[in-house]
């Protein structure tokens, strides 16, 4: 892949093995043609990304069309099945002027007449992504280039050779093993929370770095810190101050001279280890405003100006305020819409007026940027001398609006993918104004926000489809005048897995190709690491090029570990790791036996699967009554084998009656399984669904094959779920297999076939499925289950109690039904919580174990409950509850509680950096409960008395002293 394809990418898994020659048709559900496999999504519509990294999941490409011929197979097909619903569909191609690059295979083509007619050089550059779309004017279907955003269906292709990759693909860590419960199953670590940078504001006793990880055996946990281009342990002898539980790292009363600098944690079983991210610990720093007395800035009436700030010197950021005059003035544009507080610090004015001019102060707080984690117990506060505003007077006139040089401002700089970008815009001019945005290139982006009188565009979230052109538009109330400003909004993105790098369990002796990519912006470069330590290419063995890593010939003594990539670029660094088991081991029909006695009707099919787990993979033969049948994979003779090994037998006789054995063989040895076939007239279900296991999102087939006479019995197929009928024409979610509509999600009428697809299998589908089996006398059925697997559902009834025995913590109670599980016990809880403070809904506690949340001694097994601790005195909290296995990590958060007011308590922490100097002497106030004695530069003091009324400053009165923060008032 070259640079000139994106400036962004997308994590993709892709694997390879060629352990044998066993051949395969392409699989159920994906059209042939030539030497490669086709599936069509139907019903799945994906964005660009989505649909590539769909189809990498699936261990195929998005299609590249390479001839001629390709591409009328694929329109021909389209024009076939798709003539109602005329979607447009995904391709791998990627438009350059003159050219297309097929992503899919790496490979070009150059003359893009024959497919792209009219396409012009100059076309948008978000207009590039090959698309088959319909063509009203040719009533054919045809390729177009198109955004990427749009959510499209799609069309997946994998070579022939290589469709041994959709089925090992599927492999668990239950492959080659006895038949184990999956929370028994050993496995390497997986890491479930990156620690994350940390900056320390203030004075911190404690803090602490965490990562954590899952594994069986139990992980243990290292952490290191970048030396002088090396990493070294930190460990309890190199200083007493550390201490370490499981992943976390703390440090008592941390030093910036000791202890700042980049760190990283290691998690390691027998299997092997991963390691975490390096992230920086640094501390937050705030200089002293100047102590000149600034000029005074000098502002016409009814004209526009503004102060600036001039803040001080800080890390890593700060956030600022003003007041007027005194500490109760503080300026609020919410209440003053011709005033305005712009992120970048200043203060503006739309025009002023008479009561504007006085002493402005700036108050700046230290703060963290979006994304760092932030260990504060009072973040430092300066507050700036005061700047004179003198109004010089003049006669109103009409002016304006005039948009300010400084606008349009964007933060955070630089905006990225995930933040909340905030677009400003302030223009001069007699008030009332009216502001609106807009954009060029397309509708402002979903969920977008408007404050400060609309002044303020938010972009919550932000996705790369957000970058674009924005305008501010400013209109005079009085006289209709308007003006306008537009920027480019260019969004980056750190390295983010749109899919992690999934498990392999391979075949010993096979290749295996691993590809993992990313969207970044700008360009990530890429690593990769087995067991923490670097890997690098091996002549003949293991070559990486870039985000491909080649395995030529899989060794289970050199290869089988842990393998991470690392994908990074000036915004940040990203990992996904991954186990490879090298497997080799003969036949076994453990999980999939063959059924001891088959009945079926005379004159009509039947099939028998014969699936062992194997490694390498097996060849197969069939004996009938202990003689070879001399089966060739994918023959078509009325005793035949497909090239999956089942044993195809159509129009039955009473000949084909006895003992049928299938026999698997590879380098480590045989495995056999038989079964007696009894013919019989009239009809029976040859082949029945199964009980399964799938996870939430992916599809799942029930075969059901009844074996009758064709030629005496009309039979018909219905399926129910609970007991009640499937309309497969009404639910989407649902598709009879050989169901021959326009709309029909595959097309396969061979033996074997006929069956059920559950399509995006969601929770609600986990059930008793019945096949029945029709004839006009009568019906036979047969049932199977479905267990739809994935993250926990929500608890539920979550509230709070004994709030008033202490200010510091409180007891959480909630219900946990074992049918929210979703097929998978939970381990965990995730706990968040939200201030009166802050909205923003913050973890605070991130791996509470779930047999820490069972009530001792109780009648109902489904009550829980958890002791929260180290909450802050007098801040009303309300919670919010997630569930998680070791599987599928947290699921969707519970409906949050109502706010619970801790009680108030004294204060933890002695004040500091009280003095006098520029004060003035206090005098008897009555201030809602406070008297303020004085200023100093960096804090207030406020003396407090519980009293109704202070008369004098008695000399032997008790009195409660507590600093605070200018931004607090």
Known sequence: M????????????????????????????????????YKFEFGTAQSYQDANSACWVKGSALVSVNTRQEFEFVASWLLRHDIYNKYSWYTSGEYYTGLIKWNGDGSYTNDTTAYLPGILPDEKRKQKYVIFSFSDATQLYELRI??????????????????????????GFDYGLPPT??????????????????????????VGLECVAKGNPQLQYTWFKLAEASWIEVSVTSDTRYTFSNGRFSIENPVETKDAGTYRCKMENHFGSLISVPISLSFGRLDQFSPNTPGPVEATLYQGTFLQCNPPSAKPALTCHWYKDNVFNFIRPELQPYQFISSNGNLYFSEVQDYDSGFYHCVVTLTGQPGDQISVVQPPSRTSKGIQLKINGATSSEYGPIIHNDFINVLPKPALVGLDIRLECFAYGRMPMIYSWTR????????????????????????????????CHVQRVMGSVTAAKSIYLVIQAKPTFIIPLHDMHADEGSELIWRCEVQAKPWATYSWYKNSFPLTSVPGEIEIRENVLWIRILDNTRDSGMYQCFATNAIGTATSGAQLRVLSFKPNFAKNPLSPEILAGEGGNITVDCAPEAAPVPDIKWYHKGKDLTLIPGGDDRVSMTTEGSLIITKLSQEDQGLYKCTATNINGEGEMASRLTVASGFSISRYPVDAVVDVNQTHFFY?????????????????FNGRIINTDQDPFYRKASQATAHSFHHMDIPGSRGLYILNAQFKHSGIYECVAQTRLTEISAFAQLTVRGPPGEPVGVYAANIRRNSTSIRLYWIWNSVSDHGFPITYYVLEARTNYNPEWRVIETDIPSEMTLLQGVDHPDRRSYLVRNLSPHTAYSF????????????????????????????TISPRNIGGGGGTEAHSTRYGGHIFSGTKERSK?????????????????????????????
Request: proline share 6%.
């Open 181 to 206: 419960p999956y929370n028994k199953l050993e496995m390497g670590p997986k890491i479930a929370l990156q620690p994350q940078n940390l900056i320390v504001i203030g004075d911190s006793p404690l």
């Open 2 to 37: 070259t640079q000139s394809v994106l400036g962004y990418l997308i994590l993709l898994v892709k694997v390879t093995f060629i352990a044998c020659q066993k051949l395969y048709n392409c699989p159920l559900g994906w059209e042939s043609f030539e030497s490669h496999c």
């Open 704 to 720: 059901c094959e009844a074996s009758y006479n064709y030629e005496v019995f009309e039979l018909v197929y219905v399926w129910k």
């Open 146 to 171: 198109v955004e990427g955003y749009t959510r499209r269906q799609y069309i997946c292709e994998i070579p022939l050779k290589e469709v041994s990759r959709i089925v090992q693909i599927n492999r």
């Open 941 to 969: 003091v406020i003396i407090l008395r519980t009293s109704a009324k202070i008369l004098s400053f008695g000399i032997f009165t008790d009195y409660n002293m507590y600093r605070y923060n200018m931004s607090e008032s």
């Open 880 to 907: 919010r509850l997630r569930a998680g296995n070791s599987l599928f990590g947290a699921g969707d958060p519970s409906l949050p509680t109502s706010y619970y007011l801790m009680q108030p308590d004294k204060p």
């Open 440 to 471: 060029s290139d397309a509708t402002l982006p979903q969920g977008y926000r408007l404050s400060d009188s609309n002044r303020i565009l938010t972009i919550p979230n932000a996705k790369m489809e957000d970058e674009g052109n924005y305008t």
